[in-house]
């Protein structure tokens, strides 16, 4: 299960939120205990519907109770109180209304207050969260920023990753990490990768040892995150191993914590420049993320040469 509690949320977003403690309790806890559940759900407007998430209150809020009768604001009030959400926050500079703070210190429920506008508050809780109760996994390889791409390389020991990463360096490309890399799904279809905090900046290379790359090459040939977009796996050549297919109808995908990313393999072998091959690989996917695929493009032109010629 992973989880978070409204003492580190509140740490966490004291400064950048402006949040003023009030009263309550710090201690409640923040987690995803089901796969249904989404992270950026476990905060919103507040909502009897969910009444177990956070809760942010502003404007729209208070005007709806200024024109509902005490009675009703009170009982809506204890209904959502009763499930226990980890926390209120009242935003857009309110007021705090006496019978907010009444019920919440009644409830032993964390309540603050901020000058933010709500749907502000919401957005960063809900990145923030999303982050935070990500699923997560760590994988061996180099994640690199490649044209504006994140590019995982993977391949066995000796495979020549960290020197393929080396030279794309050489010409320009960025590290994110080396050896090992981080992944989370910060959104249903998006992982984010980023270096574990021991090895940032640093690339171990055979020969040479650890380096670190930011002295080296200076500030801008490391980033501190990417999008995963295109996974590039180097392949020795075993003698009897098939060749891959020269002309493959359909994309090669990997599946990482439930998300198909696209795959591409390159074979090593003496005097193939590998950058070359994973920049044009990585040229070709920003094609076809753009919707152009120049192998559907030549097999549609064979297809109507053919058709021609009947």
Same mark, same amino acid.
């Given at each position: 299960?992973?989880?978070?509690?409204?003492?580190?949320?509140?740490?966490?977003?004291?400064?950048?939120?402006?949040? *003023?403690?009030?009263?309550?309790?710090?201690?409640? $806890?923040?987690?995803?205990?089901?796969?249904?559940?989404?992270?950026?759900?476990?905060?919103?407007?507040?909502?009897?519907?969910?009444? &177990?998430?956070?809760?942010?209150?502003?404007?729209?809020?208070?005007?709806?109770?200024?024109?509902?009768?005490?009675?009703?604001?009170?009982?809506?009030? +204890?209904?959502?109180?009763? /499930?226990? =959400?980890? !926390?209120? #926050?009242?935003?857009?500079?309110?007021?705090? =209304?006496?019978?907010?703070?009444?019920?919440?210190?009644?409830?032993?429920?964390?309540?603050?207050? &901020?000058?933010?506008?709500? /749907?502000?508050?919401?957005d960063q809780l809900r990145l923030y969260l999303s982050r935070q109760l990500a699923d997560k996994l760590s994988l061996h390889g180099v994640f690199m920023d490649v044209l504006g791409l994140g590019v995982f390389i993977t391949g066995n020991s000796g495979a020549g990753?960290?020197?393929? /990463?080396?030279?794309?360096?050489s010409r320009g490309h960025g590290l994110v990490a080396d050896d090992i890399v981080e992944f989370s799904r910060i959104a249903p279809t998006v992982l984010e990768g980023r270096c574990p905090e021991l090895l940032q900046d640093f690339i171990e290379v055979r020969g040479?040892?650890?380096?670190? #790359?930011? &002295?080296?090459?200076?500030?801008?040939?490391?980033?501190?995150?990417?999008?995963?977009?295109? $996974?590039?796996?180097?392949?020795?050549?075993?003698?009897?191993?098939?060749?891959? *297919?020269?002309?493959? $109808?359909?994309?090669? +995908?990997?599946?990482?914590?439930? %998300?198909?990313?696209?795959?591409?393999?390159?074979?090593?072998?003496?005097?193939?420049?590998?950058?070359?091959?994973?920049?044009?690989? %990585?040229? *070709?996917?920003?094609?076809?993320?753009?919707?152009?695929?120049?192998?559907?493009?030549?097999?549609?032109?064979? !297809?109507?040469?053919? !058709?021609?010629?009947?």
């Amino acid at each position: 299960m992973r989880q978070t509690n409204v003492a580190r949320l509140y740490e966490d977003h004291r400064e950048r939120l402006q949040l *003023s403690y009030v009263s309550g309790n710090l201690d409640a $806890v923040l987690s995803v205990t089901e796969e249904r559940i989404w992270p950026a759900d476990l905060v919103g407007h507040l909502n009897l519907i969910h009444p &177990t998430r956070l809760q942010v209150l502003g404007n729209a809020e208070l005007a709806w109770a200024r024109r509902q009768s005490r009675e009703k604001v009170a009982h809506h009030l +204890g209904d959502i109180l009763s /499930a226990r =959400p980890p !926390a209120i #926050i009242l935003a857009d500079g309110c007021e705090l =209304p006496a019978m907010v703070r009444s019920v919440c210190e009644g409830a032993n429920v964390a309540l603050f207050t &901020t000058t933010h506008p709500a /749907a502000s508050v919401i957005d960063q809780l809900r990145l923030y969260l999303s982050r935070q109760l990500a699923d997560k996994l760590s994988l061996h390889g180099v994640f690199m920023d490649v044209l504006g791409l994140g590019v995982f390389i993977t391949g066995n020991s000796g495979a020549g990753k960290s020197e393929l /990463a080396l030279e794309l360096i050489s010409r320009g490309h960025g590290l994110v990490a080396d050896d090992i890399v981080e992944f989370s799904r910060i959104a249903p279809t998006v992982l984010e990768g980023r270096c574990p905090e021991l090895l940032q900046d640093f690339i171990e290379v055979r020969g040479l040892g650890i380096l670190n #790359i930011r &002295t080296i090459f200076g500030e801008t040939a490391c980033r501190r995150k990417m999008r995963l977009r295109l $996974v590039c796996h180097l392949e020795r050549r075993q003698p009897g191993q098939d060749d891959p *297919s020269r002309l493959p $109808v359909q994309q090669e +995908g990997q599946d990482i914590l439930g %998300v198909r990313i696209p795959r591409v393999v390159l074979p090593v072998a003496a005097g193939r420049n590998l950058a070359v091959l994973l920049e044009a690989a %990585v040229r *070709s996917t920003i094609l076809q993320l753009r919707g152009i695929d120049s192998t559907q493009d030549f097999i549609d032109r064979q !297809a109507r040469l053919l !058709a021609g010629e009947q």
